[in-house]
């Protein structure tokens, strides 16, 4: 909502800047977006009056008639060329002098058109940046005083601040309010806006009537009759203190509803009092299929929950939201029928969604208004329209207020205010705040009573009363201290927390999607993966169904659900991983549980490597893949001196291939397992295509000491690079022959690394080929080719006796 500071100082007396009353507004909890001026490098245009128009110089650009223009100031003229259709004698406009700058930095100086000099220009309301309108000068009033400046005449020296307001604050959406919020701050005196009408015979009673039928919809509905009006223009000030604040001007009338609308926050709406059938205003519910056409020239369709202002015969408005174009007020309006009502705010909100329907008045009244204030707003406008449009106001309000409403009385301790923010202002300064605000205050007694107004819903309790003397009196003030009960402690996070998030964050990075699963799976699927004793599983004793009735001992039979999901629905690559729970019978270490829980992370790959594109490869994932995926959760986790472990034949999970598996250990303990997912397994979740698997125990990493990282120099001296190449039986794993050449604990030896896999008949039947790279390094001289020749064959030697191979290459 936009606020005109010019506006603002009207209520209150100030001399505070605009900046200022920004900032003690933010700081008091409501919040200002922007400040900026309501036009930027206007200066030097002054009130002209066009004299006569002395001769016509031809077309212009825009297809309109350039003529010289005689225009007078005080004491002198100007001869200004004016292409404006309607540059007349007797205008008063704009006019920019030589000397004089417009928005955007423009100076104007005498020029020639038509070989006739210029001197100065007549400006439309664009070239001045106060509208969008540049079809012809803007024209001012006759009684505009010739030769005043313009931006004083019309109050353009002035600031708007862009406040944003909470659901809670309602009465802030008016300048009023916010008057009075920079009253309190200040301690300045603020001014309610002074409403007297001038009232005539006859008696409104007798002119119009208002009856309502649904109170739970509108508990509240005052209205005016103003008579013997004229449409027109609204005066420039009106005009441009609309515009200020965002606002189009329309005419007199329905500017001083809009005035009003934003000078006190109550939302009106004005009649053509001659479109009104039997002059009665009826409010109800809308009827089952009634249909409306509103101001925007929309029709309508009603539903029975929304509100309608009606006269006998048909509707005339949406209450709350939007009037009827059958019923507005238009150049022909004499009489006009000035309504002010209190809307249900639930009421309100349905119905402005349901009609796609989001206007300046629903927005306030879906807040909730002021049901005691609409006296105050509807005189204000009746007398601004009487004023502004040489109308009449009937005598009497027609009031139709069914239950009024009491005002909640509140006690404040001024020590709670003390407990709550630790200080409390001096009680005659408690007071001041609360009635600065708008409270009223007894304050004879020991403890404050406090009556709630009825523009402050938002006020319930006492700790909100403590929160209205805390952001006046000033939240700095309150002192600062630390908390009571010893030493601040930081939060820790559990050693699990901390595992599940750096092995997430490990495994998104490498492009796995996250999944989650249920924790219930089915028994006959389980018994497809190995699961047969009865008493190694958890058992529901009143499932949903049979195949939600057993706790997953495992992550992996809802991780290959999720995989045969993806591949059903034509997703034939699926990277995922889940870190949940499993499940499984008490233990005696399971103190005060019914059952046994551990953290696992469970990974399910199949489908390409790489994602499918013109650059990528056509290979598809194995079980390296799987145990890197694994190793990798392993570094996340920090794992100590953690290796992997290739499991002899007969032996590791039933789920696996044999011979395609292995497992994982940390600090000689076994956390995890990798290897391809067996052919019947696939076959019971329905899985055409290899399948490959990984799990790690994250309760088991977390028993186990972190490993702590350690800084290590960039090696200073080159190193030494030697292949291992050999020919093994087949039974002999690469991974038996790495741990050994590991568990060698050779000083020099740096680094291991597999390069080569090969069989064939070069190697012979039931053999195959395996070749390391060995790189050697010393951490303090460079190593010369007789030591490393030397060692290297001696490790070659050993290799070759403990596993019976042949040499294939030095």
């Not at 595992?499 to 018994?527: C, H, K, M, Q």
């Amino acid at each position: 909502m936009k606020i005109s500071y010019r506006w603002l100082r009207e209520f209150v007396d100030t001399d505070v800047g605009p900046r200022e009353i920004r900032d003690r507004l933010i700081n008091a909890g409501i919040e200002v977006a922007s400040i900026e001026p309501v036009v930027e490098g206007l200066s030097g245009v002054v009130v002209g009056e066009i004299e006569a128009i002395e001769r016509e110089l031809g077309e212009s650009r825009a297809g309109h008639m350039n003529r010289l223009c005689r225009v007078a100031l005080p004491g002198r003229t100007l001869k200004v060329v004016c292409g404006a259709p309607n540059a007349a004698p007797g205008v008063r406009s704009a006019l920019a002098p030589p000397g004089a700058t417009l928005p955007g930095g423009r100076e104007i100086a005498a020029t020639k058109i038509r070989g006739v000099t210029s001197e100065g220009m007549l400006c439309s309301e664009r070239e001045l940046g106060l509208g969008a309108d540049e079809a012809g000068i803007m024209v001012l009033p006759d009684d505009a005083p010739l030769g005043a400046d313009l931006t004083t005449y019309l109050g353009l020296d002035d600031w708007v601040l862009e406040v944003e307001i909470t659901p809670n604050r309602p009465d802030a959406l008016a300048v009023v309010g916010i008057a009075r919020e920079v009253a309190a701050l200040t301690g300045a005196p603020f001014h309610f806006p002074h409403v007297a009408v001038k009232e005539m015979e006859p008696d409104a009673h007798a002119l119009a009537s208002v009856e309502i039928d649904a109170p739970d919809l509108c508990p509240r509905f005052s209205a005016r009759v103003i008579t013997a009006l004229t449409v027109r223009p609204s005066p420039p000030w009106l005009q441009q203190r609309l515009r200020a604040v965002g606002l189009r001007p329309i005419n007199n009338l329905v500017d001083a509803t809009n005035y009003v609308m934003w000078e006190l926050g109550q939302p009106l709406h004005a009649f053509d009092y001659d479109r009104v059938a039997e002059r009665k205003i009826v409010v109800r519910r809308a009827r089952t299929g009634e249909r409306i056409t509103t101001l925007d020239g929309q029709v309508r369709s009603l539903g029975p929950d929304m509100a309608m202002v009606c006269d006998p015969t048909r509707a005339l408005a949406v209450g709350g939201v939007m009037g009827g174009a059958d019923s507005e007020v238009t150049d022909r309006t004499t009489s006009v029928l000035l309504e002010a009502a209190y809307w249900d705010p639930g009421g309100i909100r349905r119905t402005s969604r349901a009609l796609g329907l989001s206007t300046d008045a629903a927005y306030r009244f879906e807040r909730g208004g002021d049901i005691e204030g609409l006296r105050e707003a509807l005189d204000r406008a009746a007398q601004l329209m009487a004023d502004l449009g040489g109308g009449q106001v009937a005598r009497g309000v027609l009031d139709v207020y069914p239950k009024p409403r009491s005002h909640p009385r509140i006690t404040l301790r001024l020590a709670r205010v003390e407990r709550v923010i630790g200080a409390s202002p001096a009680r005659s300064e408690a007071v001041g705040i609360l009635q600065r605000l708008g409270f009223a205050v007894d304050d004879s007694g020991a403890d404050l009573e406090v009556v709630v107004p009825s523009f402050r819903r938002d006020i319930a309790q006492e700790d909100d009363l403590v929160e209205e003397v805390a952001r006046i009196w000033g939240f700095e003030k309150v002192p600062v201290a630390l908390a009571r009960g010893g030493e601040i402690r930081p939060v820790t996070r559990p050693r699990s927390l901390s595992l599940t998030r750096a092995v997430s964050r490990a495994l998104n990075a490498a492009g796995l999607a996250e999944s989650i699963t249920y924790a219930f799976v089915d028994p006959d699927r389980l018994r497809a993966m190995g699961w047969h004793q009865p008493d190694g599983l958890v058992t529901l004793q009143n499932p949903l169904s049979r195949e939600r009735s057993v706790l997953r001992p495992s992550m992996l039979p809802g991780l290959l659900d999720v995989v045969a999901l993806n591949v059903n629905r034509g997703t034939s690559d699926v990277k995922v991983f889940e870190v949940a729970r499993v499940f499984g019978p008490r233990r005696p270490e399971d103190v005060d549980r019914p059952l046994h829980e551990e953290l696992w992370v469970g990974i399910v790959l199949t489908g390409l490597r790489e994602p499918r594109g013109w650059t990528a490869s056509r290979e598809r994932v194995d079980v390296h893949d799987a145990k890197g995926i694994a190793e990798l959760a392993l570094g996340a986790a920090g794992a100590p001196r953690w290796q992997t472990v290739s499991w002899p034949p007969g032996t590791g999970v039933p789920y696996l291939e044999a011979g395609r598996a292995g497992g994982l250990s940390a600090d000689g303990r076994e956390v995890g397992w990798f290897g391809e997912v067996a052919l019947g397994v696939r076959e019971a979740f329905g899985l055409a295509a290899p399948v490959f698997a990984a799990e790690v125990s994250l309760t088991a990493l977390g028993d186990l000491p972190a490993e702590v990282p350690r800084y290590q120099a960039l090696p200073r001296f080159p190193a030494v690079e030697r292949d291992l190449a050999i020919a093994v039986s087949r039974d002999v794993s690469a991974g038996e022959i790495e741990a050994y050449l590991r568990s060698m604990r050779v000083p020099l030896l740096a680094r291991v690394s597999l390069f080569d896999v090969y069989e064939g008949d070069q190697v012979g039947e039931g053999r195959r080929s395996l070749a390391w790279g060995l790189t050697y390094q010393a951490p303090d001289r460079t190593l010369t080719d007789r030591e490393v020749n030397e060692l290297h064959a001696r490790i070659v030697a050993d290799v070759c006796q403990r596993f019976r191979a042949e040499i294939r290459g030095a």
